[in-house]
């Protein structure tokens, strides 16, 4: 006999057998003869139910109710690397599962830009995390004495104290956090080769989305924003480490570092040799270039840079035809493709998005 | 011997450079040159800094990470030392 007596499904009895059950002297048997009868006619009345139903009332009362999506959460860790050159002996000093900030002001910093910097990827673009799949960001504070830099080393962003004498710390900028860790961004997208003009539009990704990073967690129109990357890291009220709205102008006549070298457009291209000492053919000069262009185009555009400027960018980024070795002409016709794709080939939008490479004189 | 070491790259730019003399041998410095000799490209790092080692009119990249330890003290004192190159 069924072992699930009890399952209308697993164990339908012939009416014969039932009826006899039910007639039986044993009280059990007549209560199971009973509960069966009583099941298999709402078998039978629930099959003659779905017999005249139509496919799409079949769907709908099939439907296997789906487990709701895990929703993407911000991981992150920072280590402290404690004045040494190197991030083996770091510890860690904050994680996500941390019940409270740390006190040191550095690592505020980083956990409130790198927060902002992970919210803007996935409020806008759905993006979780650097590689999108929600990897761990991972941010190493105070690394080596008066470091002097902050650098993106293909897994974690490391960040410098600064000497305090031209530069502060490299934690006191949200764009430069931002632009670090959209360097990640990129490695995990069009992944551009870092040097000559892919390079160059490798740096300006990160500026172009460091700075609406910024805009974002500040509230900043295209007319609110100074448009400066490191207006705190490079000290001097007059100084930054780039500018975006006019390159070449974040810093004139400063005492150590003399003048900003970056070009606003392609006439006045930077050629330099492929090396670390030529910058890899001055990447962090040209980069000048694409930045002045997306400034034209989201100034023209107005309101908030992220909401149509940053949208063509990062469908550009994510975009599988934008080549590693790409250059500015190449960025040039793919934002221009794009904004035609979402706004229309003759609308406001795409001619923003020309007028901009044309400001920076690239073809 | 004259050896001067030289910083490159970074999120700007920038050239840092110190110089000191040493009292090594040709053939001490070859050895040196031959552990810290950095051949790498820029990888997927971003924004990084390069070091060079300048010495009797050749320049060479150098990762500090692999100078010994009997050499430390000379890189670090260099390190600290080094002022700005303006452009």
């Known amino acids: 006999m069924c072992k699930n007596h009890f399952s209308p499904v697993q164990c339908i009895l012939p009416p014969y057998m039932t009826d006899q059950l039910v007639d039986s002297d044993d009280k059990n048997l007549s209560k199971i003869g009973i509960n069966s009868k009583f099941r298999n006619f709402r078998f039978r009345s629930d099959r003659e139910f779905f017999k005249e139903t139509s496919t799409k009332e079949q769907a709908l009362l099939c439907a296997v109710a789906k487990k709701p999506a895990k929703v993407p959460v911000l991981k992150m860790e920072v280590y402290n690397c404690k004045k040494q050159a190197s991030t083996t002996g770091a510890t860690v000093l904050w994680n996500d599962t941390s019940p409270k900030l740390p006190a040191d002001k550095d690592a505020k910093n980083v956990i409130y830009a790198g927060t902002g910097t992970w919210k803007f990827y996935f409020d806008l673009f759905g993006r979780n995390s650097v590689d999108n799949l929600g990897l761990t960001i991972q941010q190493y504070i105070h690394y080596d004495k008066k470091y002097d830099n902050a650098f993106w080393d293909g897994r974690r962003m490391i960040f410098g104290d600064g000497d305090g004498i031209i530069f502060d710390s490299f934690t006191t900028d949200i764009d430069v956090i931002g632009h670090e860790l959209t360097h990640g961004v990129t490695q995990y997208e069009a992944n551009l080769e870092y040097h000559l003009q892919s390079g160059a539009l490798n740096e300006s990704f990160s500026d172009v989305f460091g700075i609406m990073i910024k805009q974002r967690m500040l509230n900043l129109d295209v007319k609110q924003s100074d448009w400066l990357i490191g207006d705190n890291v490079l000290l001097g009220k007059e100084y930054a480490l780039r500018s975006m709205k006019a390159p070449g102008n974040g810093y004139r006549n400063h005492p150590q570092l003399g003048d900003d070298p970056q070009p606003a457009t392609m006439d006045e291209f930077v050629k330099l040799p492929d090396t670390s000492s030529g910058d890899w053919g001055g990447v962090h000069y040209n980069s000048g270039i694409p930045n002045f262009a997306f400034y034209v185009t989201a100034y023209n555009m107005g309101g908030f840079a992220w909401e149509k400027a940053g949208k063509i960018w990062y469908a550009a980024l994510t975009d599988k035809t934008l080549k590693k070795n790409a250059t500015f002409s190449d960025l040039r016709k793919l934002t221009i493709k794009i904004a035609s794709t979402l706004y229309g080939a003759k609308s406001l939008e795409a001619k923003a998005v020309t007028d901009g490479w044309n400001a920076a004189k690239v073809n | ?87």
């Open chain 2, 1 to 87: 011997m004259l050896i001067t070491l030289t910083r490159t790259g970074g999120i700007i730019p920038i050239t840092k450079q110190a110089e000191t003399e040493v009292d090594w041998t040709d053939k001490e410095m070859k050895e040196l040159i031959k552990l810290v000799k950095d051949e790498e490209g820029p990888g997927q790092k971003r924004d990084a800094t390069g070091y060079e080692l300048k010495y009797e009119g050749e320049t060479v990249p150098i990762n500090l990470e692999k100078v010994p330890p009997c050499y430390k003290h000379v890189f670090e004192d260099l390190k600290d030392k080094m002022k700005v190159v303006k452009k």
